[in-house]
């Protein structure tokens, strides 16, 4: 059975930088497209990152130049480094996993991240 554990979340000042992480049991990242979305309070959950098994990566705008995703597939694990940290930030952050094969979705239980003063 396939688990996404995040990691890393907290609160942080303006300005700062945070970094979380997803750790994957079984070998689900390997081949397949993996990700971070988040949701604020009373938000639609959004697409942040993703970064494909050939090492694509892609951002919403609003992060562009400020987060980079990155991930290691020796060690099952992806991270997110989120620096110049907005207010706006402010969600729970979500690890996805796309299974290639299948089309299924895998989702951790998400990790808060709180920017504020």
């Known amino acids: 059975q396939v688990q996404l554990v995040e990691s890393g979340g907290g609160l942080v000042q303006p300005g700062g930088s945070l970094r979380v992480s997803c750790a994957a049991s079984g070998n689900i990242f390997s081949g397949n497209t993996i990700g971070w979305y988040r949701q604020a309070p009373g938000k639609q959950r959004e697409l942040v990152a993703f970064?494909?098994?050939?090492?694509?990566?892609h951002y919403v705008t609003s992060v562009e130049g400020r987060f980079k995703i990155t991930r290691d597939n020796a060690k099952n694990t992806m991270y997110l480094q989120m620096n110049s940290l907005k207010p706006e930030d402010t969600a729970v952050y979500y690890c996805n996993a796309l299974w290639a094969a299948t089309g299924d979705h895998y989702w951790g239980q998400g990790t808060q991240v709180v920017v504020s003063s």
């Open positions: 970064i494909s098994s050939g090492g694509t990566t």
